[in-house]
């Protein structure tokens, strides 16, 4: 994985002395709330309901040992013994003290990790799929030049008082494991009719409250265009995203009002330009230099037989372990799902003892998915019984990896002071419903997503079933959208009707899986048969129970 | 204002000149865009130094081939979140090729001014009162930049190939 030479340090060093400075004259009275909170937000420092909440970044969601025990610490010695990873790869800390946050900043500096960014409207923490250098239908992994994207957004002069946010994302196949075509931006590793390697870009995708899927607007970038190419898009935007309204602000909005043809127009004027001077191309050299961090652990010459074990070994491999691109080897998915538990936390001694677990087993990262869960990457076989052991010890093999109980919930009213409705709660009903695994296993991939709120950070618009919270007169209603999807065959789920009741949601859902139960044909997932029938046999049955109940 | 132009502060020799005031006999005078454009060749004509200032929503390409017979840009940041006047900036050193003046005014904050630089500003109108040392102390935080900007400073890039 990349490691920071004396530039990178420097640069986080002295990051951490200008922010440790803005928190002295935030305490000191130097500087009112209104002038600190652009500071602070850059730092990835939210304040929320109860308190101050941390975010750190994890880029392209890829971390080693020493940096997991460093996140452990932190949720020991700072927070409350908990950590909470994100639909970003990031995790957050709900309970930091501002006069310890610099301190934490410091600590993280130590291990080349920061918080930069993962706030604001700048480019944030660059994401990419989480079985990147494993995966055996990749054409090339995507965190070399998630790295590049990485730190040419780092403090860029240009874009960090965008007219939004704006989140980047990086894929290396045609599975799209990266939600790709619902981010403000997104770059693609794709093969040209001639072999060549390079990217296709992507713009316009985004969830809230008006759910784009992005499209493309430059087919094949050179490799060493693409900082330019993305330096172009960007000044785009600056330009002309709209700043009168904050909910029209995302560069989905100005990329639907111009148009395919208009966006790629403005684009390749911009780009045609900064492509002539030169500055921004990568040269080969650099690309090598890069690429030569991600370099694949040598892999050892080992049989490719899963070992045997009994039913609760098998069925977890079943789910949560999938095909890596060497023999003997295979990718193993951690779920932060148990049943009734909270999607994606993670205590501190779990974050250690995981740790201690890549040591013993020669695993020398760990990723943090989008869905909320972790992965070793790259795992010998004939080590899986023994790290499932582990990892049952620890309360972290639940065999649920893209099932229904393997729900992405965003932290919703019980943390977030955007929300309008609790999501954990709702997530932790319904895990308990589904809990068979026989049952969970009949009913086959079916992606769950909870938003409390219309800001959509539990992604529910590419749910299979999205739940999203609103308020209804002081009530928490949740609202059901069948049909969403974020990966290659990208699609926005469609609104069923009105909202359910907190007690309600859960009974709702559990008759929405019938109905596909009932309905569905042989080898359909949930989303298949979906897409088939259409809304109306679900809404039927959904609201059965309701037909007199008023609403 | 105070103005901060070449590491210190400077006495301003221009005046700001009203949409419906007067232009003065001599003397280097600022005007919005809508002015420019109205009495371009009273401006012109006045064989004094001419400076234009644009609202934020106002691109500097919209001053056409006219830019280069301008002394002094000011580009306005009506509130510290609006940032296209980076990009106004940006395209005036590295596309217009612009040699003149580039200023900011309006409510930029402290932690904005490395940015500023960078994007090709050199003259700064800041509140009463500011000191000249917060100016400098912002520019010394961060001392490596990752991009290529306006400024032509050396990236990080740079460095690691000895550059």
């Not at chain 1, 800390?93 to 990790?113: G, T």
């Not at chain 1, 907190?502 to 897409?531: C, N, S, W």
């Amino acid at each position: 994985m990349y490691r920071y030479d004396e530039f990178d340090a420097k640069f986080v060093a002295e990051r951490v002395a200008q922010f440790r400075g803005q928190v002295q004259r935030r305490l000191s009275g130097e500087l009112n709330e209104d002038q600190f909170k652009p500071l602070r937000l850059m730092n990835g420092l939210y304040l929320q309901l109860h308190a101050y909440m941390l975010r750190i970044a994890v880029p392209y969601g890829t971390l080693s040992a020493r940096q997991l025990r460093m996140l452990a610490h932190i949720a020991r010695k700072y927070d409350r013994g908990y950590g909470h990873f994100t639909t970003r790869q990031n995790i957050q800390f709900n309970w930091p003290k501002l006069v310890d946050v610099p301190d934490i900043l410091a600590d993280l500096a130590s291990v080349e990790m920061h918080a930069i960014q993962t706030s604001g409207n700048c480019i944030r923490n660059v994401t990419a799929v989480h079985f990147a250098g494993a995966a055996a239908d990749e054409i090339e992994d995507p965190r070399p030049i998630a790295e590049i994207i990485r730190q040419w957004s780092s403090l860029h002069p240009e874009f960090v008082f965008l007219p939004r946010k704006f989140k980047i994302a990086v894929s290396g196949s045609a599975h799209d494991r990266a939600a790709l075509k619902f981010h403000d931006m997104a770059v693609e590793i794709v093969k040209n009719a001639i072999g060549e390697v390079g990217y296709r870009v992507l713009v316009g995708g985004g969830m809230g409250r008006t759910p784009y899927i992005g499209y493309v607007v430059g087919e094949f970038v050179a490799k060493q265009d693409i900082l330019a190419f993305l330096e172009s898009v960007m000044r785009v935007y600056n330009q002309s995203g709209r700043r009168d309204n904050i909910y029209k602000a995302r560069i989905k909005i100005l990329a639907n009002a111009l148009g395919p043809e208009e966006m790629k127009n403005q684009v390749m004027r911009e780009f045609t330009e900064i492509r002539a001077r030169g500055t921004l191309q990568v040269p080969d050299e650099e690309l090598a230099r890069i690429d030569a961090y991600f370099a694949p652990p040598e892999f050892e010459e080992l049989p490719d037989d899963m070992p045997a074990g009994d039913k609760d070994f098998q069925n977890w491999i079943k789910t949560n372990v999938h095909k890596h691109r060497a023999p003997g080897y295979a990718i193993a998915t951690i779920s932060l799902k148990p049943i009734g538990g909270v999607p994606g936390d993670a205590s501190d001694a779990q974050m250690d003892a995981l740790a201690d677990l890549m040591d013993t087993f020669a695993i020398t990262e760990i990723r943090v998915s989008h869905e909320q869960n972790l992965v070793l990457p790259h795992v010998r076989k004939r080590d899986l019984p023994a790290i499932f052991a582990r990892l049952s010890e620890l309360g972290l093999a639940t065999p649920n990896a893209g099932l229904i109980t393997d729900i992405i919930a965003c932290p919703g009213l019980d943390y977030c002071d955007l929300a309008n409705a609790r999501s954990i709660p709702i997530a932790q009903d319904i895990a308990k419903r589904f809990a068979d695994l026989d049952r969970q296993h009949d009913i086959g991939e079916l992606k769950i997503k909870i938003s409390g709120c219309i800001n959509a950070c539990g992604h529910h618009h590419a749910g299979h079933i999205g739940i999203l919270g609103v308020d209804k007169k002081g009530v928490e209603y949740y609202q059901l959208q069948l049909g969403g999807s974020g990966a290659e065959d990208a699609s926005i789920g469609d609104i069923m009707g009105p909202g359910f009741g907190e007690h309600e949601i859960g009974p709702a859902v559990e008759r929405v899986v019938k109905a596909y139960l009932m309905l569905r044909q042989d080898g359909e997932r949930f989303l298949d048969t979906y897409r088939r029938v259409g809304m109306e046999p679900f809404k039927n049955m959904a609201y059965l129970d309701q037909l007199y109940a008023a609403h | 204002m105070p103005l901060i132009k070449g590491g210190s502060f400077v006495a301003d020799p221009f005046v700001l000149i009203a949409d419906e005031a007067p232009l003065p006999d001599v003397g280097g005078a600022i005007v919005s865009l809508t002015r420019f454009r109205k009495d371009r060749d009273t401006l012109m004509a006045r064989n004094a130094p001419i400076g234009v200032r644009l609202k934020s929503d106002e691109s500097p390409e919209q001053l056409g081939d006219d830019v280069h017979r301008l002394s002094v840009v000011v580009i306005e940041f009506p509130a510290f979140r609006d940032g296209r006047g980076f990009s106004w900036a940006r395209m005036l050193r590295t596309r217009l090729n612009f040699t003149g003046e580039v200023r900011a005014t309006g409510a930029f904050l402290y932690d904005q001014i490395a940015y500023l630089v960078r994007t090709g500003f050199d003259a700064f109108e800041v509140p009463d009162g500011f000191p000249l040392a917060e100016f400098n102390r912002a520019l010394a935080e961060m001392s490596a930049v990752y991009q290529p900007s306006a400024d032509g400073k050396k990236t990080i890039r740079d460095l690691r190939s000895g550059k």
